[in-house]
């Protein structure tokens, strides 16, 4: 027979690995998103692609209550492959009371999610990607309220610039806002609260209904290129760092840490993997973000090529109000800085193979080759803060521009710019990415990204794998996911160490 002490001591540890079993369970998981690219690289005329960047480089809420359960948040993700469209990823939200589902933009490069609202000027009513477009209308909602100028939140939103209200404005104004994008297109409308919901899935792979009350743009007014119907959707779902943007939301409301993650595959169909939580895999490098900035700026130091250092000034590279390096899954090309565009160009032409035909298309410089680019062009590499280095395959800046036979056109994508240099979906594609902002760091590694990872939160108290493999029912299907949560048996040892020592030193 057990002493007393003992007895109860066991009666302990079991009380603590059921408290334990049950938080982990109800712990924040990581919400992972699959992807799909809207447009392949492969035949896409530059110059269309320069297009589609342009009206994306500028222009930039959320705010809310905790959800009912936590657990991985499914979001899927859709797309097109049409190659005369502007590729986008899109994902589909929950809005309202009863709930419709909207059509909206998955963009790291903006902080505010909206959508367009009823009624609407200049927004469009169809979209050629094959989607039916909905207008929300708070009116319709039992739980929607308008934000006024009055509210804390609009005030949050007033100091970021990310809202607007007049000096002659009452306290019960609405609390409204304006974004300008550099192609002169633009929105502006007013910030509503509402419920959003969300599909999760727990440890145990049993799927929950959650919902969180959050603050997001209802758009009445869109002009320029929100105008027009080939791509259009519901609205933009901002991933930016500011307090206003998903990420800081969710963060806040613990459905999410405050790191996320893609893994976006280069193939033509696209696809990939984006995670709300740190992707965990070997080879991952880190660099540190650029303090106080609107974007994920980071310090970019040099460039080679075949591992020899091109003879580029630094100092272009060095972030201020008009240059620095920005990371943009947004952006589909690379803008290099004026300065170091033709030591790139130059030395990738001097180091192709001499069976590699080189011409000038257009104004960019291009080349015929029958052999695969892998074994025929060089690899570059981009050296940031810390020495890290970001391997740059043949495929990570060339675009096929056509074949005749066996002859393939293959074109330098990274365009020149002027001031900024921007690392878009080009050079971002077939790596992990983890926007790591509690610690304010950027990571990335070589990865196939139809494979599944190993997602992790940022507290590490929690490890999750086979993100990307089956569906809520536990089918395989490839834009869902299955996520196993496992105990953190360190803290069970320590805790379980404590009730016994403590019981049996009380004696």
Request: proline share 6%; glycine share 10%; aromatic share 8%.
């Amino acid at each position: 027979m057990r002493p007393p002490e003992l007895a109860l001591a066991a009666a302990f540890v079991a009380l603590a690995v059921a408290l334990l079993a049950g938080a982990a369970a109800a712990a924040p998981f990581p919400a992972a998103l699959t992807l799909e690219r809207a447009l392949p690289h492969k035949g896409v005329p530059a110059e269309h692609l320069r297009e589609r960047d342009r009206a994306r480089h500028a222009g930039r809420g959320l705010l809310g209550a905790a959800p009912a359960v936590a657990g991985v948040v499914d979001f899927p993700v859709e797309g097109s492959a049409n190659p005369y469209m502007v590729g986008l990823y899109f994902t589909r939200v929950k809005l309202g009371n009863p709930a419709k589902e909207y059509f909206v933009q998955i963009d790291t490069g903006s902080d505010i999610l909206w959508v367009s609202c009823s009624p609407c000027t200049g927004c469009p009513t169809s979209s050629g990607l094959n989607i039916q477009l909905e207008f929300f209308n708070p009116d319709s909602s039992s739980t929607s309220a308008r934000i006024p100028c009055s509210d804390d939140r609009c005030t949050a939103a007033l100091q970021t610039g990310e809202a607007v209200c007049q000096t002659s404005d009452s306290p019960s104004s609405p609390c409204g806002y304006t974004f300008t994008y550099g192609d002169g297109s633009g929105t502006s409308g007013y910030y509503v609260s509402d419920t959003m919901y969300f599909d999760t899935v727990m440890g145990n792979e049993q799927t929950a209904n959650s919902s969180a009350s959050v603050v997001f743009g209802c758009s009445n007014k869109q002009s320029g290129d929100l105008m027009k119907s080939d791509r259009a959707v519901d609205g933009i779902f901002g991933f930016g760092q500011h307090q206003l943007s998903v990420i800081s939301q969710l963060y806040s409301l613990g459905v999410s840490p405050k790191t996320f993650s893609h893994c976006l595959k280069g193939s033509d169909n696209g696809g990939g993997i984006l995670v709300l939580g740190e992707i965990v895999e070997p080879g991952l490098v880190f660099t540190p973000l650029v303090p106080q900035q609107p974007h994920y700026n980071l310090n970019l130091e040099s460039i080679a090529v075949s591992g020899q250092k091109l003879p580029i000034d630094s100092s272009l590279f060095a972030t201020s109000n008009t240059q620095g390096t920005i990371v943009d899954s947004g952006t589909t090309l690379v803008y290099l800085v004026d300065g170091a565009y033709d030591p790139f160009v130059n030395a990738i032409a001097a180091a192709v193979s001499p069976s590699v035909q080189s011409v000038v298309n257009k104004g960019s410089q291009c080349f015929v080759t029958t052999s695969s680019v892998d074994s025929s062009f060089p690899t570059a590499t981009l050296i940031f803060e810390g020495g890290v280095a970001m391997n740059v395959k043949p495929e990570n800046y060339l675009l096929q521009q056509g074949s005749s036979g066996d002859n393939v056109l293959w074109c330098i994508g990274w365009q020149r710019s002027q001031g900024i240099t921007i690392l878009g979906d080009l050079v971002l594609k077939d790596k992990i990415f983890v926007y790591d902002l509690a610690n304010m760091r950027m990571g990335w590694a070589d990865y196939d990204c139809s494979l599944s990872v190993n997602v992790t939160s940022s507290s590490g108290k929690n490890q999750y794998v086979n993100t990307g493999q089956f569906d809520v029912n536990g089918s395989p299907r490839p834009s869902s996911y299955r996520i196993i949560g496992l105990v953190p048996t360190g803290i069970v040892i320590a805790l379980v160490h404590m009730l016994i020592f403590g019981v049996l030193g009380s004696r």
